[in-house]
Structures are given as structure tokens and as C-alpha cells.
């Protein structure tokens, strides 16, 4: 089946530095990726979709200078969370589209982000 | 637009009895329906998907779902509920205008011995 993977699996960082989180699809060519922030106890919030080749869309209300996305291959979209502040902290996953007519999906296991 | 709700926060259920986990839906057109599981720490694991044919669909784990379009309803279920069943459950529609998919809240399922 379709694997999507991601780079780390969690980062503990200091306030005001970068982060990169890299989500590929290991054993498909996924021409979208998403990206999904969930805070705890929470449901998955989409933050952005990413388009290989173009500039990734933002959802209303998520910062697109704060949460820097490049989708420089089918296989591999970053996240970068830039001058990451402690409110930043969070469970970020993001998920593939296999190209199916029915947006069917594929999840990375995710990424726990905690900024001191 | 498109919209998915789980009305029940936390579902506990003993071990070996039957368990159902609430969905209901609300799209334009033909629905596009999954679950899917997460437990903690993790990512999403996809269960099962309705895209059309049978009105139930099994899946992984031996759960099953069953599409009700009068009701618009797609209830996962499980005839016979283990205590590593117990997680955090999604419903989701697709249909979003990025091509994602859209989430319902999450169901907490407890599962005790």
C-alpha cells in the first residue's frame, strides 16, 4: 500500500529558531500533499495544501511566512516552521493524495513539535 | 458544503461486547466516506472507505462500517471489541476544495477488560 513517511518524528527546539519537518511518499508520486496541525485531544486542522511545482495554498487564518511549505518533488514536501514561538507546539501530520477521483488519502505518522 | 459530525465524544465499551461508533454526514453529490484510527503519538491509520457498491464495507481490524444514505450515517462498528481497539477514532468526508478531506471531531473509544 501507499507509505507516507516523516523526518523527525519529533524535535524539541528553542524559541526564535527555524524547524524543517519533511514528509515524502515513499512508494507513489503524490502530486498534492497536505499538511494538518492537531492540537491535543483535538481533531486535525488543515493549514495548507501543497502542489508539486507551485505555491502551496494556506487555509484562512494560518501565517504562509510563519509556516513555510516547498513541494520540490512528487515525493517530498517541507514544512518549515519559522522564529518558532512555545504557541507552535503541536502534533503536525501531513498526508498524500494518491490522485484518486475520491481524495483518498495517506498519512505520515506525524511530527511532535515542542518549542522551549 | 461538505461536513461530518461524531456526536459522541467518548465511547466505553467492556471487552467482548459489540461496539458502534457514531457518524453522520452532510454532502453535495455522491459521498466519499472513511475512517480512520489514531493513537497517541501517532499518525492516521485508514480503516475503511465507502466510495459506492455494498452499503457495508469491512476493513482492517475487523471493523466494519455501514452506509445508511436516508440517514446519512456511516456508524463504524465491531461485533466483538478488544482492549487494544481502544483510540482515538475519525469519520471523515471527502470533498474539500483542496481535494482534502474533511474531519469530524474524534471519538475517544475505551475499551475495558
Known amino acids: 500500500g501507499a507509505v507516507v513517511s516523516q523526518h523527525p518524528s519529533w524535535v524539541i527546539c528553542k524559541s526564535g529558531t527555524s524547524v524543517k519537518i519533511e514528509c515524502r511518499s515513499l512508494d507513489f508520486q503524490a502530486t498534492t500533499m497536505f499538511w494538518y496541525r492537531q492540537f491535543p485531544k483535538q481533531s486535525l486542522m488543515l493549514m495548507a495544501t501543497s502542489n508539486e511545482g507551485s505555491k502551496a495554498t494556506y487555509e484562512q487564518g494560518v501565517e504562509k511566512d510563519k509556516f513555510l511549505i516547498n513541494h520540490a518533488s512528487l515525493t517530498l514536501s517541507t514544512l518549515t516552521v519559522t522564529s518558532a514561538h512555545p504557541e507552535d507546539s503541536s502534533f503536525y501530520i501531513c498526508?498524500?493524495?494518491?490522485?484518486?477521483?475520491?481524495?483518498?488519502?495517506?498519512f505520515g505518522p506525524g511530527t511532535r513539535l515542542t518549542v522551549l | 458544503a461538505q461536513s461530518v459530525a461524531q456526536p459522541e465524544d467518548q465511547v466505553n465499551v467492556a471487552e467482548g461486547n459489540p461496539l458502534t461508533v457514531k457518524c453522520t454526514y452532510s454532502v453535495s453529490g455522491n459521498p466519499y466516506l472513511f475512517w480512520y484510527v489514531q493513537y497517541p503519538n501517532r499518525g492516521l491509520q485508514f480503516l475503511l472507505k465507502y466510495i459506492t457498491g455494498d452499503n457495508l464495507v469491512k476493513g482492517s481490524y475487523g471493523f466494519e462500517a455501514e452506509f445508511n444514505k436516508s440517514q446519512t450515517s456511516f456508524h463504524l462498528k465491531k461485533p466483538s471489541a478488544l482492549v487494544s481497539d481502544s483510540a482515538l477514532y475519525f469519520c471523515a468526508v471527502g470533498g474539500g476544495s483542496q481535494g482534502n478531506l474533511i474531519f469530524g471531531k474524534g471519538t475517544k473509544l475505551s475499551v475495558k477488560p
Open positions: 498526508s498524500a493524495n494518491t490522485g484518486a477521483s475520491y481524495n483518498e488519502q495517506f
